[in-house]
């Protein structure tokens, strides 16, 4: 396991129509599983957008990030699905997240935020409802409403990854990612957050 503590720059990252150099000061890949784990200001030079995040991608660029907004706390997922071409429009919608192990099924509803055509999010988390399941079972299914194709995502690595996006947190009250006084509980002074912004870091397997 190779951890960065130092902070460093890296990628690109496109927020509404301008390119901007986000910074990273946190990126650890967590094994067993596919996570990595990364603390990020979606611009280097203002600190907008801080997170800690959990990250799994696939060959054909579809991504799934389990986020915590350091701006104000939450807890949310963004996933985009190369396999998925939702002719839905965008707006609010009903899923169902399924965990599965070997000795049971669990599962609860949420709403989705659609984005485009192969990407959501899945805001409003409640932490005592999703923790649990997100870490004590072995696969969640994102089951979609009507025909759009369910998702499949492998588990192995959560607990440790929930760890690392903990030791995230702590690691960014040494990076000054409000350099313009604004304070992580003041939801009033918080960045402006966008629900399209995605958090791309390169990562090499």
Not at 36 to 64: K, L
Not at 65 to 89: C, K, T, V
Not at 106 to 120: C, E, P, Q, R
Not at 174 to 182: A, H, K, W
Request: proline share 4%; glycine share 6%; hydrophobic share 35%.
């Amino acid at each position: 396991m190779k951890k960065y503590a130092a902070t460093i720059f890296a990628g690109m990252l496109l927020s509404t129509s301008v390119l901007a150099e986000s910074q990273t000061f946190y990126s650890v890949d967590v094994r067993p599983g596919q996570y990595y784990v990364y603390g990020v200001t979606s611009n280097g030079q203002t600190n907008d957008n801080p997170a800690c995040y959990a990250q799994i991608t696939w060959q054909d660029g579809s991504r799934i990030q389990l986020i915590r907004d350091l701006a104000d706390g939450e807890l949310y997922i963004f996933f985009r699905n190369m396999n998925w071409n939702i002719s839905d429009a965008p707006g609010s919608y009903k899923l169902r997240l399924n965990f599965h192990r070997s000795n049971g099924v669990s599962g609860a509803d949420f709403v989705y935020n659609l984005i485009n055509k192969n990407t959501i999010t899945i805001r409003h988390i409640k932490k005592e409802v999703f923790l649990p399941l997100f870490s004590g079972y072995n696969k969640m299914i994102i089951a979609m409403p009507g025909s759009i194709q369910d998702a499949h995502v492998d588990l192995t690595g959560s607990t440790n990854a929930l760890a690392e996006i903990s030791k995230c947190v702590e690691q960014s009250s040494s990076v000054n990612l409000y350099p313009n006084g604004r304070g992580q509980n003041n939801n009033n002074n918080a960045p402006r957050r966008f629900d399209n912004i995605n958090y791309t870091i390169p990562v090499q397997y």
